[in-house]
């Protein structure tokens, strides 16, 4: 099926852990964006790309990393996670500038 | 600091009335809002947009009207149904400075009663 598939859809872990997020689309969109979603705060942009190769931050950037080799692709890496990272995670994606992003299904993560 | 605001959590409304659902936004920068549809443990879904060279934008059941000079705009839905329950999303984004970053509201969450 065509669209965006996030990957686990759920995880556990402990902190000081490391944790990657995969996201995955089959539009070959251009850009693709990871956003956190918290109780107060709406979602707020991590990250984003504009291409392959081609990375920014977004509002809360700090103690995440991200990588994009491949159009398709677009893994969120957690280096030493920490409690004030649990959250659900959605990757989006769109196919330019001024196109709306579709979203994927999230990935609940919980760290303990 | 919350530069797009949704100031109520919650609405409900009866199945065959209008639901508005409102949003203020602070940065006078954004020229491009949307609106998002949420189900529970599902991905928001596009639902409408509009430019800030409208004040209107209809699609079928769904129409936003943007108020640039009260930095506002509103959702209506008409008639609401049941299917339309749900968490509401309202997100703006400043193309004119050559991002395309989205800055999201809190969310309404809209109950429509049978």
């Known amino acids: 099926d065509a669209g965006i598939t996030q990957s686990p859809r759920y995880k556990i872990t402990e902190t000081g852990r490391q944790v990657t997020l995969m996201c995955h689309q089959t539009?070959?969109?251009?850009?693709m964006f990871w956003y956190r979603q918290d109780l107060g705060h709406g979602l707020r942009l991590i990250y984003y790309?504009?291409?392959?190769?081609?990375?920014d931050k977004g509002e809360v950037p700090d103690g995440y990393v991200v990588s994009r080799s491949k159009t398709e692709n677009f893994p969120l890496t957690l280096e030493s996670a920490t409690r004030s990272q649990t959250s659900v995670y959605f990757c989006?994606?769109?196919?330019?500038?001024?196109?709306?992003?579709?979203f994927g299904d999230g990935t609940r993560l919980s760290i303990l | 600091d919350q530069q797009v605001k949704q100031n109520s959590p919650s609405l409900s409304v009866q199945e065959g009335r209008i639901s508005i659902l409102n949003c203020d936004y602070t940065?006078?920068?954004?020229?491009?809002f949307l609106w998002y549809k949420k189900y529970p443990a599902e991905g928001p879904t596009f639902l409408i947009s509009?430019?800030?060279?409208?004040d209107k934008n209809e699609d079928g059941r769904f129409t936003v009207f943007l108020n640039k000079s009260a930095k506002h705009l509103s959702l209506h839905i008409v008639p609401s149904q049941p299917g339309d329950s749900a968490v509401y999303f309202c997100?703006?984004?400043?193309?004119?400075?050559?991002?395309?970053?989205?800055?999201f509201g809190t969310g309404t969450r809209l109950t429509v009663i049978p």
């Open positions: 790309s504009a291409a392959a190769d081609i990375t």
């Open positions: 509009i430019s800030s060279i409208k």
């Open positions: 940065n006078s920068m954004f020229d491009y």
């Open positions: 989006a994606s769109s196919e330019g500038h001024s196109q709306p992003q579709h």
């Open positions: 539009w070959s969109h251009s850009y």
């Open positions: 997100a703006a984004s400043a193309l004119r400075t050559g991002a395309n970053n989205l800055f």
